[in-house]
Structures are given as C-alpha cells and as structure tokens.
C-alpha cells in the first residue's frame, strides 16, 4: 500500500506527522521531548509497506528539526525499526556554531550522529575555519566532526590537510549556543602550512609535515601549539631582530612541537633522530626546497567567494 498527502493541501495532516518524529522511550518526559525529530515541512508525505517494515518518506523541501539541530534536503525516508532517516539530495546540517553540506546522507536518531558524502564542504559560522571532504561524520553528542578521504581545511591564513580530520568543539557559555573548536586532529599524510606574514614578497609558507598533527587552539580560535609526529618534517622562514629575513631552517625527526603566542609562531622544538639545514636567503621563494607533499590549494576552498582569505 502506498499513500501520499499534499501538505499543501491538507494542513491538518501536519499532526499526523508526529508518526513520523520517531520517539525515544525515556522516563525523563523533558530528556524524549528533546530527542524527538520533528517533520516542520515538506511539500509531499508518502507512506508504505516492505519486506523490511514500514517507511514514510517526505519530498521536496525538507526540513527537520531536532533539538538544536536543523537538517534540510530534498528528499527523505524514515526507517523506524533501525532509528534512521536517509537523505537524499542538497544535504545541509546546521546548528547555531557551525554548517555542513553534503549530496546524500544518513542520520541515526538515537545516536544523534549524522553521516555525509559526496561533494562535503562546510565551515564554522563566525568563519574561523572551512573545510571539505568525500564524506564526514557529525556526532553532536560528542561535539566532534570527521572529515574523512582527502580532507583540507583552512584557518586564517593556514591550511590543513590529510586523510581525516578530526574536529572536536567546545561550548563557550553553559547552554551550548555558542562552540569553537578547541583541537583538531589530522591523521594520515598530516600536512600544516602557513601563509609568511611579514613580507609579501615573494609569497612564502612555512610547511611543516608528519603522520599525525595534533592542533590546539583557544577560545579567539587562535593557535596554542602544534605536535607532529612519525617522520616530522619543518621548513620555515626565519627572521632578525630587525624583522629582516635571515634564513630558511629545515629540520626533520620523530617529534615536531610548535608554539604560539597571539597565533604567531614563536617557537619550534625537533627531538628524536634529528637532522637539518639551514638555507641562505637567497633560496627564499624558491620551490626546490619546499617540502614534497606542500601543495597551495586556497582555490579549492569552497566558500571563497564568499570570504576571501587575507
């Protein structure tokens, strides 16, 4: 059997809806009402029958709501015995902090995590950082983002990238309605590079790279420190007293620690199995020295028209 209602037309089917927000049983009654789903819109309602149980789809506009959490797609299929609801077309995930986007999905209500794919990009709403991937993982009950398969981020004028990055967000005022991320994680080809400051010409990066990158950042979403691990590779511009470039330092070992102060780079400790060089000012700006995995990808940043990295 296959049912389908204009919204349009028959308003008063909105309460019949709420077959559709899938309850969790919880004596706490505040606790469900939170973690129920709600169906706000959708331009076509169906419902039917498998092999498998039953279903109910929604088309054309979709916009669900949970808690603090807005989902909105094309099209979307509820499954109530496995808890889940299948995405379907322009994907977008938003809370109050940040926004993602996606071509198709899956959420898991209890669960509260939602998973992307194909053509992923989003970005912190107050655009302290913006990424992209194949696919991602939102688990709002932990307060972290996966981006997962060839995943590049930009924050300020530094980029970020590797086979996953891992995203954990702190909340800044007790309710939750504000979160920054306070850590980031790249796991797998890590690579860091940061746009030089001090001179603009020739446009030079300081490249630092490693298997794994642990990043810390404050509540401002400026860098505290940086830890590379597993063949840890710098190369970095150096700098006089005067503020006059005097040098480019290369440094590889097991272990590469960065700190900073106001999100500038002050200070880099290398240990385990060190070597270095250290370049004449003359090879500044030439790319025969950059580290082999340094590519400058600001172009691929998704929401660049939207806003230009200085």
């Known amino acids: 059997m296959r049912k389908v209602i204009s919204v349009t037309l028959f308003t008063a089917t909105l309460l019949a809806l709420y077959s559709f ?23 076509i309602i169906e419902g039917g029958e498998t092999e ?113 990055i891992l995203l954990h967000l702190k909340e800044l005022d007790a309710g939750g309605k504000r979160r920054c991320i306070d850590e980031i994680q790249v796991r797998g080809n890590a690579f860091f590079a940061a746009r030089d400051t001090l001179t603009l010409s020739p446009m030079v990066y300081d490249q630092f790279s490693g298997k794994n990158i642990v990043i810390l950042l404050n509540d401002n979403s400026k860098i505290t420190g940086i830890t590379l691990s597993h063949q840890a590779e710098s190369l970095y511009h150096l700098y006089g007293n005067d503020r006059k470039p005097s040098g480019i330092n290369y440094s590889s070992g097991d272990m590469i620690r960065m700190f900073f102060t106001g999100g500038i780079l002050k200070r880099v400790k290398v240990s385990g199995n060190v070597e270095g060089k250290q370049y004449p000012e003359n090879f500044r700006g030439d790319k025969k020295i950059n580290l082999s995995k340094f590519v ?14 200085p």
């Not at 919880?26 to 331009?43: G, R, S, V």
């Open 21 to 43: 927000i899938l309850p969790v049983l919880n004596h706490n009654t505040l606790q469900a009402e939170k973690k129920k789903i709600i169906l706000q819109h959708a331009d």
């Open 52 to 164: 498998t149980g039953s279903y109910r789809s929604v088309i054309g506009n979709v916009l669900f709501l949970h808690d603090n959490l807005t989902l909105k797609c094309d099209r979307a299929t509820s499954y109530e015995q496995e808890n889940k609801i299948v995405l379907t077309g322009n994907v977008h995930m938003t809370d109050k902090s940040v926004e993602i986007f996606g071509e198709n999905g899956v959420y898991y209500i209890d669960q509260q995590i939602g998973e992307l794919n194909g053509n992923v990009h989003g970005r912190m709403l107050d655009n302290s950082l913006v990424g992209k991937s194949k696919k991602a993982v939102v688990n709002k009950i932990t307060s972290q983002i996966w981006l997962n398969d060839d995943a590049i981020a930009w924050h300020n004028r530094q980029q970020i990238s590797g086979d996953t």
């Open 296 to 309: 400058w990808r600001e172009k691929e940043n998704p929401f660049q028209q939207q806003k230009s990295l």
